[in-house]
């Protein structure tokens, strides 16, 4: 089951977290990854994306965590955590859908959060097709992270970024 929610952050803490990660004014630490999805290179068709690791390995590993990850905690309902990844899409002449993946392969929960607004979409894979999300800022998407599903890039905005929280 696939879920969202508008307004999820109260506006000035999404603001701050907006100022944080995409204005670019504070050197927010974005890293090079090559490829999109890790199962299929070769379906990445020489795209790229930088991605912003908050926790892995049952640590936080970014200097942010305390101040504008951990609130998450509570609304998310969590447990525990898995990983806490931001993505930072660049923009492109052309929308597209990224190789689908699962985060991991065993039942947990998922929630991706939309720091902006573009045409970019998360998509879901359904029993009759795929099920399309949009990117708005401040949305929260909430799904099964064992679920089958896809980024995209966008084409109306310099980049697509988000939060990817996988829980328990």
């Known amino acids: 089951m696939v879920e969202y929610k508008d307004n999820f952050l109260p506006k000035e803490a999404h603001q701050k977290l907006y100022d944080l990660m995409v204005t670019g004014d504070n050197n927010f630490p974005w890293y090079y990854t090559p490829h999109i999805t890790r199962m299929n290179d070769k379906d990445d068709k020489g795209l790229c994306y930088f991605i912003h690791l908050f926790y892995h390995l049952d640590r936080p590993l970014s200097r ?3 101040e504008f990850i951990r ?13 806490i990844k931001a993505n930072l899409y660049p923009g492109s002449n052309k929308l597209t859908q990224h190789a689908s993946h699962q985060d991991f392969d065993y039942k947990h929960k998922a929630a991706v959060y939309c720091l902006n607004t573009c ?8 029993d009759k097709g795929w099920m399309k999300v949009d990117s ?8 099964d992270g064992s679920m089958e599903h896809a980024s995209t890039d966008c084409t109306d905005e310099k980049t697509r970024v988000n939060i990817n929280f996988n829980y328990l």
């Open 64 to 66: 942010e965590y305390d």
């Open 136 to 143: 708005v800022a401040n949305r929260l998407i909430t799904f």
């Open 119 to 126: 045409n970019g979409y998360t998509a879901f894979k359904m």
């Open 71 to 83: 609130p998450f905690w509570i609304s998310l309902n969590a447990k525990a955590f898995i990983r």
